[in-house]
């Protein structure tokens, strides 16, 4: 058995999975939390094609009581030495037209969600040190220019904070807590709003106005998370590390 354990949130799709299956060149055994049993099926597949061990929780991340449990289930098994916290939707509409229940969904997936797991992840890291990597978003420093994120950026400002003072409160126990901002990512979140006819107009457009020219690919942002969850980054905590093709470098006034 691995010496050391990794968790991951939202691990059957997108960023979540890259980074389970790029964590297996650390040796961690991965523990993969999602809500959906089907990807993470294949997420555990890929782990083990990888060379890597694996084991799937389906876990919704809103419930307190799931999420105790995960933990409880865990600390049988190999330290936990990092937790990644990729569960996430985007839900939107501008702010004057958006359904309050929406609004409540995604500050309750993106926000709640995420503090379960930290609280839990600080809980078991308490004696022993570890790293928390939030998975944040340009969403929570900017307006987007595409409009509507009044949901998803409050969520992720959120997420900005809490980043910021679990850091400070948690550093005297060598708990090391940052996250990463990713821009544009070829993963089903990124098209969830929109038809397939127009996101292949709209993965243009987007290429186009981010400096470095195009989408990342969901591997390019797990090798951040990496860093960020390894001892390669000892002394890095309480920073939003972008990982976004330079788009927060950028103000779209070209004249
Ligand atoms: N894709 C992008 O362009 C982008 C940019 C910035 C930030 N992000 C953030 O990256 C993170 C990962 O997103 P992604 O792009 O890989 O999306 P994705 O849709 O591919 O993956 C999100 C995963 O979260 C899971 N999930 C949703 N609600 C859950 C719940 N209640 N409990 C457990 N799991 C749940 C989904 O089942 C899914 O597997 C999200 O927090 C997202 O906000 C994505």
């Given at each position: 058995m691995t010496a050391t354990a990794i968790l991951v949130s939202?691990?059957?799709?997108g960023i979540g999975r890259a980074t389970c299956v790029l964590a297996v060149r650390d040796g961690h055994h991965v523990h993969a939390v999602d809500l959906d049993p089907d990807g993470l099926c294949e997420t555990v597949e890929l782990i083990g094609a990888a060379g890597g061990q694996a084991t799937a929780h389906r876990v919704d991340v809103t419930a307190a009581d799931q999420v105790q449990t995960l933990f409880a289930t865990i600390g049988?098994?190999?330290?936990?030495a990092g937790v990644f916290t990729a569960a996430g939707i985007d839900r939107g509409g501008p702010a004057d037209e958006l359904d309050p229940t929406t609004f409540r969904q995604v500050l309750e997936i993106n926000t709640t969600g995420t503090f379960l797991i930290v609280q839990q992840a600080l809980r078991a890291m308490k004696a022993t040190g570890g790293s928390v990597v939030l998975c944040c978003s340009p969403a929570a420093q900017v307006g987007f220019?595409?409009?509507?994120?009044t949901a998803y950026g409050a969520s992720k400002g959120a997420i900005a904070s809490m980043t910021r003072t679990i850091a400070v409160d948690y550093a005297r126990y060598g708990i090391r807590v940052n996250a990463v901002l990713p821009g544009p990512?070829?993963?089903?979140l990124m098209w969830a709003n929109v038809t397939s006819a127009q996101s292949a107009a709209l993965r243009g457009q987007i290429a186009g106005e981010v400096p470095l020219g195009r989408l990342a690919r969901p591997d390019e942002i797990a090798e951040c998370v990496l860093w960020l969850l390894s001892d390669r980054s000892s002394f890095t905590t309480g920073s939003l590390v972008g990982c976004d093709g330079g788009v927060l470098a950028k103000s779209s006034i070209s004249a």
């Open positions: 939202g691990a059957a799709s049988d098994g190999p330290r936990l220019a595409a409009g509507g994120a990512t070829e993963t089903p």
